[in-house]
C-alpha cells in the first residue's frame, strides 16, 4: 500500500509547527502528512526534531506556530488527554510507564474502568478484574508470550517486555492513529521483530501508524513511506523501493537531497 | 477489608520462584525473606510491632500487657495517627509536609474560639476548623503544583507562617474542655469522650482514626485518583505523558491532606483537653517517623497507609515498653532514632531483592 493508491484525504496533517525552547529551535515549520492504512516512517539525525514532532501530534507538546489536523479538523491539543481522547495513541521514547504500577494498572492508567453500578458511581471503586482481563486480551492479541500475569509490577519487567506494554496499551487504545517513537530502541532481535509485526497487525487492522527510528532495516521493512526529518523540518518523503538505505541516510545528514522533497 | 495495594505488592509467585532460583548457591530462606516482605510491605513493620509487644510483655512486671495499658496506647496514638494518613499521602506523590501539626493547631483552636469568644453553634466552628485546615493544606498544594517551589521548602515556610498565625489568633490564651463543656460545646471535645470494652478504655477519637485508615485504604487502593497519587509519586514525567494531571493529583493530595489535618484538629481538642498552642508540638517529625517506619518510600510511589498506622504504634508501644521498664525519655528518644534508621536500612535491603 502507497501514499498513491490511498484515497487521497490524509487521516492526520501538521502544517508549519514551530517550537522553540528558549533559543533552540526544536522545530521549524515542519510538515507532516498521515494517510489512512500506512505505516509512515519518521527518520533524522539525533535532535533533528523527531521527538518534538511527535509530541505535538500527541498533545505532549504545544506548538508554537502552525496548524494540526485530524480528519480534516483542526485540532488544538493541550494535554496528551485530548490527543488520547482523539483517538490518537502515542507510545514515547521514554515508554511512560509507573515502575511500581503494575501492567493492568499502567494499561488503564489515566483512564481506569468503573465497576458497574453504585459501587463505581458512588464509591468510585475501580474494576480490577476487568482491567485485568483486558490488559490480558491486549498483550495476548499481541502474541506477547513472555507476560503472563498481569499483577506483575512493571519494574521486574525486561526492557523488552516494557516497551510492549507500552505499545500493547497503544494498540488496544488507538482508534485512529498510532504513533511509536523508537519502539525498537532496547530491544534485541526476536523482541524488535514482535514489535515490528504488532506493527504490521496494526495496519492489518486499518490503523495507521507513525514510526519514528534509528534502524534503517527496520524502517525498510515496514514503512510504506519515509518521512525524512532534518534540523527541525521535513527535507523529503521517501518510497522505501524508490530508494536504498544509504540514500536515506544521505538525506538525513544533508549529503544528499531530493527534488521537490518537501 | 481487604488491602489489595496498587504499588509493588502484586508480584507473582512465579517470580519469586524465579528470584529464589538466581541465588541458588547462598541463601536460598534469605532471599525468599527478601522477597515476600517486598511484595508485603505492611509485614516488616507488623512483625516489629508483634515482636516489640512480645518483648515488652514477658520483659516487663506484666503492666505492658494490661488491657488499660493497651488503651492508653491507643489514646496515645491517636493525634499523631490521624495526622500520619496525610503525610503518608504527601509522602507517596514524592512529596513531604513539615507544617502538619500547626495546621492541626490552627485548626482546634480556631474551633474552640469561634465557638467560645465568637458564639458559634459548635457543629459551624467544627466545620469551619476543616475548611480553614483544608485552605491551609491547599495553599502548600498550590505552592507545589502551581508556583513549583520544592515541598520541603514550601511547608517550611508555611510552618513559619501558621506557627505565628495561630499564636496571633489565639493571643496564646487557652481555652479548657470545660470551658467549651460548659458552654454547650461538648461536641467540640466529643473525640475524647472515653469507651469502655472491659478495662480496654479508649476514645471516640482512636475509633474515628481507625475508620478514617480503613476509608483511605479503600481510596488509596481502589478509586482511579488513589491509583494516580502513587503513579505521580512514582514518575510524575509518565504520569504525565499517560494522561494524568499530575498538578491536579498534587493540589488535591494537600488539599485532602489538610482536611485530615483538621479531623485531626478535633481528635487532638478531645484528646488534650484543651485548645492551646502548646499541643501536639512534636507531630510533624512524628509523622514523618510513622510513615518511615511503616514502610513508604520517601522517594514517592511505594507504601501502603496500614503500614503508615503500624509505624505509628510501634513507637507509641516502644516508648511505653521503655518507660515501663524503668528506661528514661532520653534513652527512649535515642531508641526511636535507632529504630528509624534500622527501618530505612531494612526497607532499601528488601528493595535490592528487586534491583
Ligand atoms: N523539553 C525540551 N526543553 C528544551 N529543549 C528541548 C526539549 N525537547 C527537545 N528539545 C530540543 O529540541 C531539539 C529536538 O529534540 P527532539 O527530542 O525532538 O529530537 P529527536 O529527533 O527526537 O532526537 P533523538 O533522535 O535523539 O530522539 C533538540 O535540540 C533538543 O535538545
Ligand atoms: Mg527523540
Known amino acids: 500500500m502507497s501514499a498513491a493508491d490511498t484515497p487521497a484525504a490524509p487521516i492526520l496533517t501538521a502544517q508549519g509547527l514551530v517550537k522553540r525552547f528558549g533559543r533552540v529551535v526544536a522545530l521549524s515549520g515542519a510538515d507532516l502528512e498521515l494517510y489512512p492504512g500506512e505505516v509512515l516512517a519518521v527518520i533524522g539525525d539525533n535532535g533533528a526534531g523527531k521527538s518534538s514532532l511527535i509530541k505535538c501530534l500527541s498533545g505532549a507538546m504545544m506548538p508554537d506556530e502552525g496548524v494540526i489536523e485530524l480528519d480534516g479538523q483542526a485540532v488544538h491539543f493541550r494535554r496528551p488527554q485530548d490527543a488520547r481522547a482523539a483517538g490518537i495513541e502515542t507510545v514515547y521514547q521514554t515508554l511512560a510507564v509507573a515502575p511500581a504500577l503494575d501492567i493492568a ?24 478484574p476487568g482491567m485485568r482481563r483486558s490488559a490480558q486480551e491486549a498483550v495476548q492479541k499481541l502474541g506477547i508470550a513472555t507476560i503472563q500475569n498481569m499483577n506483575q509490577a512493571v519494574e521486574t519487567l525486561s526492557g523488552g517486555q516494557r516497551q510492549a506494554v507500552a505499545v500493547a496499551r497503544a494498540a488496544a487504545f488507538g482508534s485512529k492513529v498510532v504513533i511509536l517513537d523508537e519502539p525498537t530502541a532496547a530491544l534485541g532481535v526476536k523482541e524488535s521483530g514482535l514489535v515490528l509485526q504488532m506493527i504490521r497487525d496494526l495496519r492489518e487492522n486499518g490503523l495507521p501508524v507513525i514510526l519514528i527510528s534509528h534502524n534503517m532495516p527496520h524502517v ?5 513511506r519515509i518521512h525524512v526529518q532534518r534540523l527541525g523540518r521535513r527535507v523529503a518523503v521517501i518510497k522505501p523501493d524508490e530508494y536504498s538505505m544509504s540514500d536515506a541516510v544521505a538525506i538525513m545528514t544533508g549529503a544528499a537531497t531530493v527534488a521537490g522533497g518537501a | 477489608m481487604a488491602v489489595d495495594v496498587v504499588a509493588a505488592d502484586d508480584t507473582d509467585d512465579q517470580e519469586i520462584a524465579a528470584d529464589a532460583g538466581q541465588e541458588q548457591g547462598r541463601g536460598n530462606l534469605v532471599s525468599s525473606i527478601q522477597s515476600v516482605l517486598h511484595r508485603y510491605p505492611a509485614l516488616s513493620p507488623a512483625l516489629v510491632l508483634l515482636a516489640a509487644y512480645v518483648v515488652f510483655t514477658f520483659l516487663g512486671d506484666g503492666r505492658f500487657a494490661r488491657l488499660d495499658t493497651t488503651g492508653r496506647m491507643l489514646q496515645q496514638t491517636a493525634v499523631v495517627g490521624v495526622l500520619a494518613i496525610g503525610q503518608t499521602i504527601i509522602v507517596l506523590t514524592a512529596g513531604i509536609d513539615l507544617s502538619i501539626g500547626v495546621i492541626a493547631i490552627f485548626s482546634h483552636l480556631f474551633m474552640a474560639r469561634l465557638a467560645m469568644n465568637n458564639g458559634w453553634p459548635s457543629i459551624l466552628a467544627l466545620l469551619a476548623g476543616f475548611v ?3 485552605l491551609f493544606g491547599t495553599l502548600n498544594g498550590a505552592l507545589v503544583s502551581k508556583v513549583k517551589l520544592p515541598p520541603f521548602i514550601v511547608t517550611l515556610g508555611t510552618l513559619n507562617i501558621f506557627v505565628a498565625l495561630g499564636l496571633i489568633y489565639s493571643q496564646a490564651r487557652e481555652i479548657s474542655g470545660d470551658d467549651l463543656r460548659g458552654s454547650g460545646n461538648g461536641l467540640l471535645v466529643w473525640t475524647g ?11 471516640t477519637g482512636v475509633l474515628m482514626v481507625v475508620v478514617l485508615y480503613a476509608v483511605f485504604a479503600y481510596v488509596l487502593s481502589n478509586t482511579a485518583w488513589g491509583r494516580h497519587i502513587y503513579a505521580v509519586g512514582d514518575d510524575a514525567d509518565a504520569a504525565a505523558l499517560a494522561g494524568i494531571d499530575v498538578n491536579r493529583v498534587k493540589l488535591s493530595a494537600y488539599a485532602v491532606a489538610g482536611l485530615i489535618y483538621g479531623i485531626g484538629g478535633w481528635i487532638l481538642l478531645g484528646r488534650a483537653d484543651t485548645a492551646s498552642t502548646n499541643n501536639a508540638g512534636g507531630a510533624n517529625l512524628d509523622t514523618i517517623t510513622a510513615v518511615v517506619i511503616g514502610g513508604t518510600s520517601l522517594f514517592g510511589g511505594r507504601g501502603l497507609i496500614w503500614g503508615t498506622l503500624l509505624g505509628a ?7 511505653t515498653g521503655l518507660s515501663l521498664a524503668g528506661v528514661n525519655q532520653d534513652y527512649r528518644t535515642l531508641a526511636i532514632g535507632i529504630l528509624v534508621i534500622v527501618a530505612v536500612a531494612i526497607d532499601q535491603w528488601i528493595r535490592k531483592a528487586r534491583k
Open chain 1, 220 to 224: 525498510f521493512e515496514v514503512a510504506d
Open chain 2, 132 to 134: 480553614a485546615a483544608t
Open chain 1, 105 to 128: 494498572a499502567n494499561m488503564f492508567l489515566g483512564r481506569e474502568k468503573r465497576r458497574p453500578g453504585p459501587l463505581g458511581s458512588i464509591l468510585r471503586m475501580i474494576d480490577k
Open chain 2, 193 to 203: 469522650k472515653t469507651i469502655s470494652f472491659g478495662s480496654l478504655r479508649i476514645t
Open chain 2, 313 to 319: 504504634l510501634i513507637v507509641t508501644v516502644y516508648n
